[in-house]
């Protein structure tokens, strides 16, 4: 049996894999989230074709958690704005607003979607780490791309990927096909913030969350709408360069759920 043939078989088990959507305070639900099964992989550039930043290829183990099927959306974000400030609109750069990711991400905003997601559901929601992030992503998987080496075209959101958001904007975030473990968009539309700070290479701090104020950049991953196929790959490391303050329409938030 191959490996993406038993990765489907674990998918159909009962207990391996669950969905759900957490109550919010005003009877709404929250975002759409996977269990992700405690599990051992080897992480970094295990194909060779990335940089030393994603080096050296190492083992890690991960206990069980939740994150999200999707980015944030629009919509998600939206009802965060209404329920704390009030306000109605925000500038979707013309995109669209529904289910088209969150575009108006700075870090500030991700700390106080965060906290008000936690006190709406009474659970704590967070960004993933690098080493959570890589975990998903990869579902099982050790090429570049959940499919495969080969990005080929109209698979994922990216810079000439011949789809009709590539290069344009963003896309809604069910456009594409989801990887093994019930992901959209690991590969491509935005970027995705985690909550662990960039190292030169892997020294220990992928595998942890450093504080929300501590200062420091922190490390992006999964490309954007605008990057091509090198900085879509699923071990490659982008380093948030932006002021905590700073609008970036280039980066997204996919939550995770302790």
Not at 145 to 169: H, L, M, T
């Amino acid at each position: 049996m191959t490996d993406n043939a038993k990765i489907q078989e674990i998918l159909r088990s009962d207990n391996a894999i669950r969905f759900f959507q957490d109550p919010l305070k005003d009877g709404s639900e929250g975002p759409k989230m996977v269990w992700v099964a405690v599990g051992t992989f080897e992480m970094g550039d295990i194909q060779n074709h990335g940089s030393d930043d994603e080096k050296p290829v190492h083992e890690v183990s991960v206990e069980r958690f939740a994150i999200g099927r999707y980015l944030v959306t629009m919509a998600e974000y939206y009802q965060f704005l209404e329920a704390t400030t009030k306000k109605k609109g925000l500038d979707d750069l013309g995109w669209g607003r529904g289910k088209y990711p969150m575009i108006v991400s700075n870090w500030e905003n991700v700390v106080a979607y965060l906290k008000w997601l936690s006190e709406q559901t009474g659970h704590e929601y967070r960004p993933p780490t690098e080493a959570e992030w890589e975990y998903a992503a990869r579902a099982g998987t050790d090429t570049d791309y959940w499919w495969g080496n080969d990005i080929g075209k109209k698979r994922a959101n990216y810079w000439e990927s011949n789809s009709k958001f590539g290069g344009q904007r963003t896309s809604p975030v069910d456009s594409f096909a989801p990887n093994p473990f019930g992901l959209y968009d690991t590969v491509g539309n935005l970027w995705e913030w985690t909550c662990s700070m960039h190292e030169e290479g892997y020294q220990g701090a992928e595998e942890y969350c450093s504080g929300k104020n501590e200062p420091g950049r922190r490390v992006v991953r999964g490309g954007s709408f605008f990057c091509g196929p090198m900085w879509a790959r699923v071990s490659y490391r982008g380093v948030d360069r932006w002021h905590a303050r700073s609008r970036n329409d280039g980066v997204g938030i996919r939550v995770v759920r302790t």
